[in-house]
């Protein structure tokens, strides 16, 4: 168990990196980094992948293509395939401050604890371009799907199942 976990740039470096998660378990909660994000990926002016086809990645919450200085020069990307399970149990945001892009064509994806909470912003931030795009497995979230708030969005679904649990009322 970490606290946080950061892909591709720091500190307006440009710098890219790539996380490869085959199985195993990745736990990652209670962010000590300023931005209170567990995962962040692509941030700061840099470029960030992680690739998930397997085992268990839990974390507080994910930030693809978010925060920093150099907001329009940074980009995250997660793919998710096969066997893989992501839980998320706060916020999921695509496309913070700068471009991000979601692609799941397999696996069991959370976003909440099962509770009224957990949020999927797709470009809910005025950032650059942010897509989510689901073609096999599953997608549950515990509260709410927001697509292009504050910036572009994009939600493509070809496959797979996702459900939204939380119900206004």
Do not use: K
């Not at 995962?39 to 002016?45: A, E, M, N, Q, S």
């Not at 998710?80 to 149990?89: E, F």
């Not at 397999?106 to 797709?122: E, F, K, Q, W, Y």
């Amino acid at each position: 168990t970490a606290s946080f976990l950061q892909v591709g740039g720091a500190n307006g470096s440009n710098g890219t990196g790539m996380v490869l998660l085959t199985g195993g378990l990745l736990t990652l909660h209670n962010a000590t980094n300023s931005t209170g994000y567990s995962t962040l990926i692509g941030l700061d002016g840099g470029s960030g992948v992680f690739n998930h086809s397997g085992g268990t990645h839990v974390t507080d919450n994910l930030n693809l293509g978010g925060l920093g200085t150099n907001a329009l020069g940074h980009s995250g990307v997660y793919n998710m395939s096969n066997g893989a399970t992501l839980q998320v149990l706060g916020e999921e945001d695509i496309g913070h401050d700068g471009s991000g892009a979601f692609v799941q064509t397999g696996g069991a994806h959370t976003v909440g604890n099962g509770t009224a909470s957990g949020t999927l912003s797709i470009g809910n931030f005025g950032g650059g371009a942010a897509s989510f795009n689901i073609s096999g497995g599953s997608l549950t979230v515990g509260s709410v799907i927001y697509v292009g708030g504050n910036g572009p969005g994009t939600y493509n679904q070809s496959g797979g199942s996702v459900r939204v649990t939380y119900a206004f009322g």
